[in-house]
């Protein structure tokens, strides 16, 4: 008889476990429990140890997988159906600052009486939300009604004082709600316009979503925008940049534009390691203003001596051509438009180049469920992903749920 999945996906949990524990070990650390707040030091179990990461990536996906195996099946699709009360109920939770009012109030938690009286929501109605999460492990409830923050909500956490928040996160749960309208409408369902999306729908307006933010009655969302890419970027290593290209192979001297480079987090590494560099950032007004006033604050003298210049520049419009171009990079531009606006952003570039003239493109690669058995044919360097024992799905499943919901998200999709 063969080993079922379930046996060795339990075989794969004591074996990852025993490598996690000895990785753990000889570090000195430990597997923190869930209701040790989230903190760099709370995740050093998983970091510092390529062989623990993969085994603690194991576990997960494992457990997940036995769990699907075991639950009923109608709980498990209803998990998925019902996942937009849980992304309503964190919103809830964001915008109401429970999770900074759970903060202070410390390991004990807080009553949710006390909790509305705090960020003044009816305490019934927050209750219920509260207790959905708390029975993902996502809050906890350490007596009946009274909730404490996890490992989990305490990323939620702005380390802000409650009463200052001005939290808000509406778009893409509006622009989520809309996906079935957009795809089912004939109008929609195959446009490649950034301007037939779900978003675009749910707001009211007729534009991308740049322009939708551009609007002044949406300075907040454009600003809320520009916090969250920070968030991307602390996620991201923050030399990431530094490996995408040789960039010692460039002379003094050599530019770089940035295309729709934000507030200039790849360029920050390339500025420090490469001062002989000339960097051109590029973006839209708003995000140009704030990366001038950030830069101003970080690095003045890479600004002051010209070697960073951030500028206004369009990149469905023609570049200037008389730069001598060395690298054009865009790093998470591409992902947010169709092949056929792509195309027009990439012909642009094209225009302005010369014959040395190199692309780089930074972008996440989303890689199948399964094994992909033409992965190996297709050989492109840097392309191929890691792949996670059977009898797990080849991504390691929920473990890489993030990528397939920011693809989801960032592409004109949603
Ligand atoms: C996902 S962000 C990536 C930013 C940056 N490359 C990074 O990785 O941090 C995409 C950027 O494209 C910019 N963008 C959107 N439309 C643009 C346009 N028409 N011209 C220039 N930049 C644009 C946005 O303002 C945003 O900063």
């Excluded at 968030?231 to 290209?245: K, Y």
């Excluded at 003045?300 to 171009?325: C, H, M, W, Y």
């Excluded at 947010?336 to 692309?359: H, Q």
Aim: aromatic share 8%.
């Amino acid at each position: 008889m063969s080993p079922s999945d379930a046996g060795q996906l339990l075989e794969l949990i004591s074996t990852s476990l025993a490598t996690v524990e000895k990785s753990c070990e000889t570090r000195g650390l430990n597997i923190p429990n869930l209701d040790e707040l989230y903190h760099p030091a709370s995740e050093a179990f998983r970091y510092g140890d390529p062989v623990a990461a993969e085994a603690a990536d194991i576990i997960g996906a494992a457990a997940l997988h036995l769990a699907a195996i075991f639950l009923p099946p109608q709980v498990t699709l209803y998990q998925a159906v019902g996942g937009l009360f849980k992304s309503a109920a964190i919103r809830v939770c964001l915008e109401s600052n429970v999770t900074e009012i759970l903060r202070e109030a410390g390991p004990e938690g807080m009553h949710v009486d006390d909790i509305g009286t705090k960020n003044g929501q009816d305490p019934q109605k927050l209750g219920r939300f509260l207790r959905s999460l708390a029975n993902n492990h996502i809050y906890r409830e350490v007596k009946p009604n009274v909730f404490s923050n996890t490992r989990i909500s305490s990323l939620l956490d702005t380390l802000k004082p409650s009463e200052q928040l001005l939290a808000n996160l509406d778009e893409t749960f509006k622009a989520a709600a809309y996906a079935w309208e957009s795809l089912s409408d004939p109008t929609t369902s195959r446009s490649s316009e950034p301007t037939d999306t779900p978003l675009s729908r749910a707001m009211g307006v007729k534009g991308t979503m740049w322009e939708i933010f551009a609007r002044p009655e949406n300075a907040f969302r454009a600003r809320r925008f520009n916090i969250g890419m920070r968030g991307v970027r602390a996620l991201q290593p923050i030399d990431a940049s530094l490996d995408a290209f040789d960039w010692k192979s460039l002379s003094d001297g050599a530019v770089v534009i940035d295309v729709g480079g934000g507030l200039g987090t790849s360029a920050l590494p390339i500025t420090r390691d490469f001062p002989g560099l000339r960097l051109f950032v590029q973006d839209q007004p708003s995000v140009v203003t704030e990366a001038k006033q950030l830069w101003a604050r970080t690095m003045p003298e890479a600004l002051e001596s010209g070697r960073v210049v951030f500028e206004v520049q369009d990149f469905f419009k023609p570049q200037a051509t008389s730069r001598n171009i060395s690298v054009f990079l865009l790093k998470a531009v591409l992902h947010n438009w169709s092949d056929e606006y792509s195309v027009r952003i990439l012909t642009n570039l094209r225009a302005a180049a010369g014959p040395d003239t190199k692309l780089v493109l930074m972008e996440t690669i989303i890689p199948c469920t399964c094994h992909d058995p033409f992965e190996k044919e297709r050989n492109i360097p840097g392309a191929s992903s890691r792949q996670a024992p059977a009898p797990l799905l080849a991504n390691f499943g929920a473990v890489a749920d993030l990528g397939y919901q920011a693809d989801i998200a960032a592409s004109p999709v949603v």
